[in-house]
T-cell receptor, first 115, second 113 residues
Framework: AQSVTQLDSQVPVFEEAPVELRCNYS??????LFWYVQYPNQGLQLLLK??????LVESINGFEAEFNKSQTSFHLRKPSVHISDTAEYFC?????????????FGQGTTLQVKP | NAGVMQNPRHLVRRRGQEARLRCSPM?????VYWYRQLPEEGLKFMVY????????ESGMPKERFSAEFPKEGPSILRIQQVVRGDSAAYFC???????????FGQGTRLTVV
C-alpha cells in the first residue's frame, strides 16, 4: 500500500518570496509522482510529474520538484510566487506496475500568497 | 480536444433521493476513475473502470454506491438514498491506454439537504 503525507496544511507567503511545499510518501513498490493544483471551485490540473530520468522536473509556470528516493520526498518549490499562485496543491503517487492506475493523494496544502 | 466533462457541476438532493453524476472522458481515453473530496480532506479513490468493466472498486462504499462505464455514453456514478454524509465534490479523471497521467474534470458538487 502507498501513503502520501503533505507536511503543511497551510503555507502563507508574501508575493515574490520563495516557497517550498513538502511531500513525503511511503511505498513498497516503485511509484510515479505528481503535483496537482486546484483553484477554488475548479478541478485538479496537473502541475508536474516524475516518471523516470532526471530527478528534477519543472513546470511551465516556474514550479519545480525534485524526487529524492532516499528520503522518499517530492517537494515542490518556486523561487518567486505570484498572487495568482494562491491555490490548493496536492501531491500524489501511483504504482508503476499493477493493474490499477489509481492515484493516492496527500491531504493538500493551501498556498496563500499575500501582497 | 475537449477535456474531461462532468455534469452537472452542482447537484442538490434531499435525503433519500438518488444522485446521478456523469463523466465523459477525454477523446481517446479508455480509463475512467472516480474520486471523492470531502470538506477539508484530500481526494479519495473510489473506482476505476474501463469500457463495460469495473477494474478496481476498492474505494467504493459497500452500499448505495455504484458505477458504470457503458460501451456507449458517459460513465455514471450513482448514489442511491443519499444521506448528508454524501455531500462532497466528486471528481472524474481519465487516462489513455498508455501513459500514467490522469486528467481531471471540473467536478460535481453534491449537496444533500
Amino acid at each position: 500500500a502507498q501513503s502520501v503525507t503533505q507536511l503543511d496544511s497551510q503555507v502563507p507567503v508574501f508575493e515574490e518570496a520563495p516557497v517550498e511545499l513538502r511531500c513525503n510518501y511511503s511505498s513498497s513498490v516503485s511509484v510515479y509522482l505528481f503535483w496537482y493544483v486546484q483553484y477554488p471551485n475548479q478541478g485538479l490540473q496537473l502541475l508536474l510529474k516524475y516518471l523516470s530520468g532526471s530527478t528534477l522536473v519543472e513546470s511551465i509556470n516556474g514550479f519545480e520538484a525534485e524526487f529524492n528516493k532516499s528520503q522518499t520526498s517530492f517537494h515542490l518549490r518556486k523561487p518567486s510566487v505570484h498572487i495568482s499562485d494562491t491555490a490548493e496543491y496536492f501531491c500524489a503517487v501511483r504504482p508503476v506496475s499493477g493493474n490499477t492506475g489509481k492515484l493516492i493523494f496527500g491531504q493538500g496544502t493551501t498556498l496563500q500568497v499575500k501582497p | 480536444n475537449a477535456g474531461v466533462m462532468q455534469n452537472p457541476r452542482h447537484l442538490v438532493r434531499r435525503r433519500g433521493q438518488e444522485a446521478r453524476l456523469r463523466c465523459s472522458p477525454m477523446k481517446g481515453h479508455s480509463h475512467v476513475y472516480w474520486y471523492r473530496q470531502l470538506p477539508e480532506e484530500g481526494l479519495k479513490f473510489m473506482v476505476y473502470l474501463q469500457k463495460e468493466n469495473i477494474i478496481d472498486e476498492s474505494g467504493m462504499p459497500k452500499e448505495r454506491f455504484s458505477a458504470e462505464f457503458p460501451k456507449e455514453g458517459p460513465s455514471i456514478l450513482r448514489i442511491q438514498q443519499v444521506v448528508r454524509g454524501d455531500s462532497a465534490a466528486y471528481f472524474c479523471a481519465s487516462s489513455p491506454l498508455t501513459g500514467p497521467e490522469a486528467f481531471f474534470g471540473q467536478g460535481t458538487r453534491l449537496t444533500v439537504v
